[in-house]
């Protein structure tokens, strides 16, 4: 058998990634999910059983509580005519997630590892920053999501600011389960995902929407007659559902399952078995959020405020007084469609959804501190034990929430996703550019490289989302633009950069599919600017791997 380079990295200053019972551990001692042999050619479910895990980790990321305010907000907005954009989304979010694993499974780095070993420091650091902003948007969302939650569970008792501050001692407790395994973690997440099921599965099955309608909103790929508030909606599902960090946390979590990366078999069987997982999380992840759309398409769609408050007064919901008496189409949140649930179908039904929406909110912030640690370790090769992570993450996201929580009211506080959903689209280039660049080079990936087919496909797929984020964000920017030089001026500096960054990447992918003999991996430029990692000085480390590089310049190899 051929002899194939998986992993061209700069030497290693790493240890190896090490998990343990915890997904975010490194120590001396591992424990990773043992991978069953089978006697029988062919598919097998116990392989299958024991690769699942890390798809259903992932898929948490498109059942937070962003991606249910987005929902629903469609929904009310457009009816069930963006539900082709929900689905179109999704398959968008597992062709990347596929490349995430693989890139995880092939050369035992996760995403942020990578962006270690391949990138100049600048534009590394920068791209570490937009992370750890993605990841703080996240958490600031799931701290929303779940004071909203606690708020309505409690009848008004505990108050929104109380809320946010349980969101520390709780995440922090159920941080505390990993160390009884790894498996056992598993298993809570999908308790979570199991909660969210019954939660909306149950508001679906007595709001009873139109199944006929819900299959053509699933087929058509247009929205007739829908105006511009549905087509910056259907922006909010692209920007809300594909999460920038979710790819460097899949990267991460394929790494918890035992495969010999020596041998060719066992790795595409790891990567038949994750991809087969990762669609069936993801399809799972889809059914729950199309019940969510379907239910406020059915319940809200063309209502307006004096209607709903109509609704509630004649059932005496003591929440009524948050509608108005005025005849504008409402604009809903998770706290005011809860609210309309229980107006409509007895305060039971508010209830539920709130149960659904405290474990959204609770799950995802479990994931995203476990994206942020591998993010951390990988981009500055800096190992924080757990609570500092934690604590560093959740302080900074409850800052900001917990002033508008006190000072201001549920309002303000839920109209902050739309901010927070534009303020993550921005990073998303930061993700699909470089897991598309290491996916397609052949040094990285070897036999496992992409298609020229799938890369083409990934490249304009990206393209067009971030072009469609992008313009969201300049929409919502402008809309709600306050003149003030400063503010301005800043604006202005931030593009310039970000612009530059996202060239670096694009270039940096470019020159990534390229041959050896190409002109531009050989330019001194780009060996000096984009980084010799990808130019000329790989050939002279394609000889063997018998020996260790004794220096960051230099490339470890692995044969496959």
């Known amino acids: ?184 973690l598993e298993l809570v997440f999908g308790v979570f995902i199991f909660i969210m099921a019954l939660s909306f599965g149950y508001e679906f099955a007595i709001v009873q929407p139109n199944i006929k309608d819900m299959a053509k909103g699933l087929v058509t790929p247009w929205c007739s007659n829908c105006q511009e508030s549905a087509l910056l909606q259907a922006v909010g599902i692209i920007g809300a559902i594909i999460m920038p960090h979710n790819l460097y946390l899949h990267s991460g979590l394929v790494k918890t399952r035992e495969v010999d990366r020596t041998k060719k078999h066992k790795l595409q069987e790891a990567n038949y078995y994750f991809f087969i997982e990762s669609a069936i999380a993801l399809f799972v992840s889809f059914v729950i959020n199309v019940c969510i759309v379907s239910i406020f398409a059915h319940g809200l769609y063309d ?115 739309d901010l927070l959903n534009a303020v993550m689209s921005l990073q998303l280039p930061f993700a699909t550019l470089p897991v598309i660049a290491f996916t397609s080079n052949p040094k990285i990936m070897g036999e496992f490289t992409n298609g020229l087919a799938n890369t083409l496909i990934t490249i304009i797929l990206s393209a067009i989302i971030i072009s469609i984020n992008i313009y969201f964000v300049i929409h919502h920017t402008i809309t709600n633009f306050t003149y003030n030089l400063t503010l301005i001026i800043g604006v202005i500096g931030y593009s310039t950069i970000y612009l530059l960054m996202c060239a670096y990447l694009t270039l940096h992918l470019i020159i990534s599919m390229l041959d050896d003999g190409s002109m531009l991996r050989k330019n001194p430029f780009i060996i000096r600017f984009i980084g010799p990692q990808i130019g000329n000085t790989f050939s002279k480390h394609q000889q063997t791997n018998s020996s260790q590089p004794s220096s960051q310049d230099d490339i470890t190899n692995i044969k496959l």
Not at 138 to 164: C, F, H, R
Not at 310 to 329: G, P
Not at 375 to 391: A, C, I, P, T, Y
């Open 1 to 184: 058998m051929a002899d194939y380079c998986l992993v061209p990295t700069m030497g290693d200053p790493h240890p190896t990634s090490i998990e343990t019972k915890g997904l975010s551990r490194k120590v001396d001692e591992e424990e990773k999910v043992h991978i069953p042999e089978s006697s029988m050619a062919g598919f097998s479910f116990r392989k299958l059983w024991a690769f699942t895990g890390p798809g259903f980790l992932m898929s948490i990321a498109y059942l937070d509580p962003g991606n249910i305010e987005s929902d629903l907000q469609s929904g009310t907005t457009a009816r069930y005519k963006l539900l082709w954009v929900l689905m179109s989304a999704t398959i968008l979010g597992l062709v990347m997630q596929r490349l995430s694993a693989r890139l995880g499974v092939v050369t035992g780095l996760h995403l942020a590892d990578m962006c270690y070993h391949q990138y100049r420091k600048a534009p590394r650091l920068f791209v570490w920053l937009m992370m750890e902003v993605a990841i703080i948007g996240s958490d600031m969302q799931e701290v929303i999501g779940t004071s909203i939650a606690i708020y309505l569970l409690s009848n008004k008792m505990i108050p929104l600011w109380i809320g946010v501050l349980i969101t520390v001692i709780d995440t922090l407790s159920f941080l505390m389960l990993d160390k009884y395994g790894l498996r056992k």
């Open 303 to 417: 209502k307006t405020n004096s209607d709903v408050l109509e609704i509630c007064t004649k059932n005496n919901n003591t929440y009524s007084d948050i509608f108005t008496n005025d005849t504008t189409l409402i604009e809903v949140d998770i706290y005011k469609g809860g609210v309309f649930l229980g107006c409509q179908f007895g305060i039971g039904a508010m209830y539920i959804w709130a149960i659904g929406i405290l474990a959204a909110g609770q799950s995802s912030t479990m994931t995203g501190c476990y994206a942020g640690q591998f993010v951390m370790e990988g981009f500055l090769n800096l190992q924080w034990s757990r609570w500092k992570r934690v604590g560093f993450t959740r302080l900074v996201a409850i800052a900001p929430t917990f002033y508008v929580a006190f000072f201001s009211n549920i309002n303000d506080l839920t109209g902050m996703n």
